[in-house]
Structures are given as C-alpha cells and as structure tokens.
Nanobody, 117 residues
C-alpha cells in the first residue's frame, strides 16, 4: 500500500506558475507516476505521466508549459506548471501504478489549482 499526498495548489493569476508536489509513503522507483486533473462537471483527464524508466508524456493542452519530474531519493513527483491559463483550473490528483502481481493503482486526495485574475 502506498499513500500519496499532494501539495502546492492554490490561487494564481493567468500567466503565473505553480509547482505541485506528491509525496509517497514508500519508494516510487518501480511505479509509473502521473498527474491528472478534474474540473467541475468534467471527467478526470491525464495531464502528465512519467514511467519508471523516465519517459514522460503530456496532454496536448499542457505541452510546453508543464513539466513532470521525480526525485526517487525523496519519493516525490513534481508538476511544474508555467504560463497558467484559466482553463487549467481543476483539482489535480497524483497517481502511482504498476503491474506486478496484479495491478496496483493509488491516488492522492487532490489539490485545488485555481487560475483567475
């Protein structure tokens, strides 16, 4: 069992930046990690993912603006968000998953990001 705790959300003006952190209770080195978001009335969507091998992928809507990274020594995954837009407003969730003896899939509780002037 892995617990994930997100932090770093808040209110920011359009064009601003935030860095989200997701601290895991154990090692994440064998997990694929991801950030997802859910806006009111919308389905949860993938924002950025990074495999255990370090390959990252991004939703088209955030390419060039967001960067996902991991610090395995700290068991933490980050999402650096630059040039934020009002449409980035959502609850952001951290995810860890791996397929070992079955699928292990863990979610954090979410952190609110609001982009508004």
């Amino acid at each position: 069992q892995v617990q994930l705790v997100e932090s770093g959300g808040g209110l920011v003006q359009p064009g601003g930046s935030l860095r989200l952190s997701c601290a895991a209770s154990g090692s994440i080195s064998s997990f694929d990690m991801g950030w997802f978001r859910q806006a009111p009335g919308k389905q949860r969507e993938s924002v950025a993912t990074i495999t255990a091998g370090g390959r990252s992928d991004y939703a088209d809507s955030v390419k060039g603006r967001f960067t996902i990274s991991t610090d395995n020594a700290k068991n933490t995954v980050y999402l650096q968000m630059n040039s934020l837009k009002p449409e980035d407003t959502a609850v952001y969730y951290c995810n860890a998953h791996r397929l070992r003896w079955g699928l292990e899939n863990y979610w954090g509780q979410g952190t609110q990001v609001t982009v508004s002037s």
